[in-house]
């Protein structure tokens, strides 16, 4: 079977950092593909790709859409109170339309009763897909690296429940680059779940001190109390479960769920995971 002929891989988030990192690496490996968007304005344009509108929560259109498809990549929606019924919508139509192969965003730790909340939500995801009999691959991508200088306040002050805490933080370009190698030859990877780790577990002030030798902005990191990690985030005027979400990853971090390092990017990719002075050093102009 000739590449033209093989099925189109789907991918989702492609109008996002990732989806879009993931979608362009397979662009230039030559893969067919089907970008499943939400807004076809955002697609991003891309030589043998076909852009579909289907909405995750729009069952009947995603099963349309994930017709005839050798494997899909399936980025986890926007935060929300309902993005689990989302996932399993978007799931159960994967399994209708017969999806050979299912590779999904997870997070590091995903569990019942993770710390961080938000990782429940992915565990949630997993067992549906489970559940439902997909052939899985799940990456379990750690905090983003690249997110790093955006936890910085205006004063340059790092603040949060960490304690001394690590998290092994991992290169968005790492996490593409492992997602675009998977659903290349997604049956080598059936059934693994893959930690995407950074190559070193980082306290905050490790953190901190990286972006300050790395873009000479002073920052600093001041542990915070849970009362006054909550009363500062309260102040964005968001709803309580995203200001929970948004403490417990300095808690999870504090718990040590945030720390395992694994092998999983360099034995993927045959080269290290990019280290945090790295990627903000590609992150920073002047850096």
Known sequence: MTDAQLPP?????????????????????????????????????????????????????VREALGGVGAVLMVSASESADRVEVHRSFLDAAADAGVGHLVYVSFLGAAPDATFTLARDHW???????????????????????????LVGDDGVLRGPAGEGRASVVALADIAAVAATVLQDPAAHAGAAYDLTGPAALTLDEVAGTITAVTGRPVRYQPETLEEAHASRAAYGVPRWLVDAWVSTYTAIAAGEMAPVSTAVPDLLGRPATPLAAVLAALDPAG
């Open 9 to 61: 891989i789907a991918v989702t988030g492609s109008t996002g950092r990732l989806g879009g990192r993931v979608a362009r690496l397979l662009a230039d490996a030559g893969v067919h593909q089907r970008l499943l968007v939400r807004d076809p304005s955002r697609a991003p344009q891309l030589p043998d790709a076909t852009v579909v509108v289907a909405p995750y929560a729009d069952r009947p259109v």
């Open 124 to 150: 949630a995801t997993e067992q549906h897909a489970r559940a439902l009999g997909l052939t899985t691959t799940f990456l379990r991508d750690g905090l983003y690296a690249d997110d790093m200088p955006a």
